[in-house]
T-cell receptor, first 114, second 114 residues
């Protein structure tokens, strides 16, 4: 089973709202990732967690706050977002975070910021 | 450091005819190369992966790719296109120095006509 699940599928929020995206995997993977994908573009890496510790933050604005409560769960807390943050947010996981590891992606959360 | 170039942003094929998606890469170290497919409003699905075991890699849904080191290429092919192959395809490279960071190509949009 190579399934990564993400909730919700769709989210509409105002610029003053606080919301969270959730990602879950039960493959025993120890690395998890958040990506942002704009229309007609490849995904852009935001954060990497390795063994539940943040190992890479790609200079993401602080209005995005990741959290890894345990090895199966990854959250992305959203606060005071801007309309340009509207995008597809993808979660991925891999056995480890080293080069060459295969990343398995979830279906994404489509976010619209009004 | 790694980079990848997808030579065609858009490919149109007739159902039942061959598909060729071209990808060139550069890498300082022995690369791992992937092809992912993304159907509209979906996440990324792994088609196949090259990790130096065999230069011809077979993937899901009848796709295969050939690694050619001398040409630094990793082109994706399928002998006979199906309507369900209409999607965005990403060529991806990573290496032992990547720390989990995937380098995506810009993507190739495949259109299949009846």
């Amino acid at each position: 089973d190579t399934e990564v699940t993400q909730t919700p599928k769709h989210l509409v929020m105002g610029m003053t709202n606080k919301k969270s995206l959730k990602c879950e995997q039960h493959m025993g993977h120890r690395a998890m990732y958040w990506y942002k994908q704009k229309a007609k573009k490849p995904p852009e890496l935001m954060f990497v967690y390795s063994y539940e510790k943040l190992s890479i933050n790609e200079s993401v604005p602080s209005r995005f706050s990741p959290e890894c409560p345990n090895s199966s769960l990854l959250n992305l807390h959203l606060h005071a977002l801007q309309p340009e943050d509207s995008a597809l947010y993808l979660c991925a996981s891999s056995q480890a975070s080293g080069g060459g590891e295969t990343q398995y992606f979830g279906p994404g959360t489509r976010l619209l910021v009004l | 450091a790694q980079s990848v170039t997808q030579l065609d942003s858009h490919v149109s094929v007739s159902e039942g005819t061959p598909v060729l998606l071209r990808c060139n890469y550069s890498s300082s170290y022995s690369p791992s190369l992937f092809w992912y497919v993304q159907h509209p409003n979906k996440g990324l699905q792994l088609l196949l992966k090259y990790t130096s075991a065999a230069t011809l890699v077979k993937g899901i849904n009848g796709f295969e790719a050939e690694f050619k080191k001398s040409e630094t290429s990793f082109h994706l092919t399928k002998p006979s296109a199906h309507m369900s192959d209409a999607a965005e395809y990403f060529c991806v490279v990573t290496g032992t120095d990547s720390w989990g960071k995937l380098q995506f190509g810009a993507g190739t949009q495949v259109v299949v006509t009846p």
